[in-house]
């Protein structure tokens, strides 16, 4: 393959993707055409997105580069090609038209937070919640990883918007990646191709991203962010978070260090709108760890809605807040589709999700029937006959026949209950922002922070047991503050100062709540039905804000009386609701330990308002309350 100068040596020379670019011809082609081409444009100066791509280029040493449009003809060539060398199968056409499946490879199942890192020049500005790497090392380590990886293989130049087109808040990133699989999945996720680079228009302004599936080995798989140049890097891994360097990487830790530098923030939350029987429009933002229920919030289907009480969907994952011109703060959905979890998604709990993923979606490591009909725990309730599970063997019943974070990918568009201003270019007002983790026991199914520090300190020590979608011991409760302990791009006690700061950025700060769908019985079931019914907690919420939601006060906020949530037409015993709302002192000092070790790990870079919090709990526990 004939290589383009180095642009170090002449920064006008173009190389084959920009001269195909500027001539809006095919993106591949042979090096003589590419001679002729080079000749003739001489003399147009590379843009800094064609330079870096060269840069990379030169790194990796592909067979070929292709500059992906986003069309619709480049994503059939693209099904195809992968079909067709067996890293994804159609599957039938008739019940599950246009969507394929993929395996990934069994070791590439999760993100794996162990072997991301955050590459900044002080170890301090990572924090102690973070992998830290300099970029000295970054280079040294990981950076070989790269040098001719992709020989043989093919670049492919994404270019994606991160935000509805047009909105003055959406940013743009480049990934180069020798992954079909990222490149299918970043066009359903990102607007992505022809329209991302016409975004970006003369703007120097980019997140470069390289990321190369390499061998695949956990041992050469590394995730290096780079905040100080706005870089990230990726190597050994094909899935999700991993590699889809938009979402996780891009999208929650870079921006969470441009939104600390700008002023907004970067979240890991879900958008929904809930209308109520007047008409009246509220949005909430909700922030969840991983695979804790965002996505089945955002697409909650009201049990009331024949009353005039409805919900809509703004956003699944992640959420970008900034301060309105009214004193509220906004919030934009920056992705354009749902990589979710399959397995629990079923007509019961989620049927939007069920009618968005009908077609046109990428099954990532479901199980399936010889018919090509892809089946997961929690679709339905008996598996059918003859299923070949998520590693591609017949399954014998024992075990998960879908691996429990098989994912679906799906655009936005295709889901019934999309606000129609999910992709308003100035996002949407919130009326309240949410937390919520997954804990068996001690948190309550919901309370109300004092005032928006209290909120911060509730959100800074939310405790939530782990999940399958890292990998890892699934079920251990740990600290995961704002759901954002594996996406938080710098040193958390500085996150937590900037989020009590832009409460003062307010005049109107949202409340703060805190919800736990997931408290269990002494014999192991979930208290709360969920799902749809979480929408009287959601009320409970309304109510508050309207000053006439009942509640009682108890040392860890504001929880309401059984008789004020709305629980008509709602099978729950009074004994259950009673469990669910309440708050065990003996628990909850019990936390303030583990809350003061977990505080203490920041040293003095904890903002001295959690520690007045935290003393704050400790004295209303220690105080003995009427029962
Ligand atoms: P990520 O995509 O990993 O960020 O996950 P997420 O927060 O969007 O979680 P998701 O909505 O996909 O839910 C994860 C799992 O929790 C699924 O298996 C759901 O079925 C289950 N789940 C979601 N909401 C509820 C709920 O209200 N109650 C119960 N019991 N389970 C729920
Ligand atoms: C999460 O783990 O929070 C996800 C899935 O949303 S991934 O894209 O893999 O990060
Ligand atoms: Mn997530």
Redesign the pocket.
């Known amino acids: 393959m004939r290589r383009a100068a180095s642009p170090r040596l002449s920064g006008r020379i173009v190389t084959r993707g920009a001269a195909a670019a500027a001539l809006g011809l095919p993106t591949v082609w042979s090096a003589a055409l590419f001679d002729t081409l080079e000749s003739r444009l001489l003399e147009s100066p590379m843009t800094p997105v064609e330079r870096w791509v060269e840069s990379a280029e030169e790194t990796v040493r592909p067979q070929r580069v292709v500059w992906c449009d986003g069309s619709e003809a480049e994503n059939e060539r693209l099904i195809a090609s992968m079909v067709a060398e067996g890293t994804l199968s159609r599957l039938n056409a008739a019940a599950a038209p246009g969507c394929t499946l993929h395996r990934s490879h069994p070791s590439d199942v999760?993100?794996t937070e162990h072997l991301t890192f955050i590459a900044t020049a002080a170890r301090e500005d990572v924090g102690p919640t973070n992998n830290w790497m300099s970029p000295t090392e970054a280079r040294a380590k990981v950076g070989p990883l790269f040098e001719g990886v992709m020989t043989g293989r093919t670049m492919y130049v994404v270019p994606y918007v991160m935000g509805p087109l047009g909105s003055p808040f959406s940013k743009v990133g480049i990934e180069v990646t020798d992954s079909p699989y990222v490149v299918a999945n970043m066009r359903i996720m990102t607007r992505m191709g022809k329209a991302a680079l016409e975004h970006l228009g003369s703007s120097e302004e980019f997140v470069p991203g390289l990321h190369s599936v390499g061998d695949l080995s956990p041992e050469r798989r590394f995730v290096v962010h780079f905040p100080e140049e706005r870089l990230i890097w990726s190597v050994g891994s094909g899935?999700?978070?991993?590699a889809?360097l938009g979402?996780?990487c891009f999208a929650l830790r870079i921006a969470s260090t441009m939104a600390r530098d700008e002023g907004w923030m970067a979240e890991?939350m879900l958008i929904l709108e809930l209308t109520l029987p007047g008409g009246e429009v509220h949005y909430l933002a909700a922030g969840f760890?991983?695979?804790c229920g965002k996505t089945n919030l955002a697409m909650l289907v009201s049990p009331l809605e024949r009353l005039g009480y409805k919900v809509r969907t703004v956003g699944d994952?992640i959420a970008w807040l900034r301060p309105g011109p009214d004193g509220r703060l906004w919030a934009v959905n920056p992705e354009a589709g749902f990589?979710g979890v399959v397995p629990g998604t079923g007509p019961d709990t989620n049927p939007n999700a069920m009618a968005t993923i009908g077609h046109d979606t990428i099954f990532t490591n479901v199980a399936v029937t010889p018919a090509g009909i892809p089946w997961w725990e929690g679709k339905d309730k008996s598996p059918p006959k003859d299923l070949i599970d998520w590693q591609g063997r017949r399954w014998d019943g024992t075990g998960k026949a879908a691996h429990p974070n098989s994912?679906f990918t799906v655009a936005a568009r295709q889901c019934p209950s999309m606000s129609p201003r999910w992709e308003d270019p100035h996002g949407v007002p919130l009326s309240a922002i949410v937390f919520g983790g997954r804990r068996a026991r001690v948190a309550p199914l919901v309370f109300q922070a004092f005032d928006w520090d209290h909120g911060v300190f509730v959100a800074a020590t939310m405790g939530s047991e782990t999940t399958a979608?890292?990998t890892g011991k699934v079920g251990v409760v740990r600290r995961d503050p704002m759901a954002m302990l594996p996406f938080c791009g710098y040193n958390m006690g500085d996150y937590f100062g900037h989020w009590l700061r832009m409460g003062r950025a307010v005049p109107q700060p949202p409340p703060i709540f805190h919800v736990n769908w997931f408290r269990t019985s002494h014999d192991g079931h979930f208290l709360w039905p969920g799902f749809g019914q979480n929408l009287r907690v959601l009320l409970w919420m309304i109510d508050r804000i309207h000053g006439r939601g009942k509640g009682v006060e108890t040392p860890i906020g504001v929880v309401p009386t059984p008789d004020a949530l709305n629980l008509d037409g709602l099978d729950v015993s009074k004994a259950s609701i009673e469990a669910l709302l309440h708050v065990d002192r003996d628990e909850w000092a019990a936390e303030v330990p583990g809350i003061r070790a977990f505080f203490d790990r920041f040293g003095d870079r904890l903002p001295s308002e959690m520690n007045r919090s935290l003393d704050g709990l400790a004295q209303r526990l220690s105080v003995v309350a009427p029962a």
């Open positions: 999760a993100r899935y999700g978070g991993n889809l979402k996780k890991h760890p991983s695979a994952d990589f994912r979608a890292a």
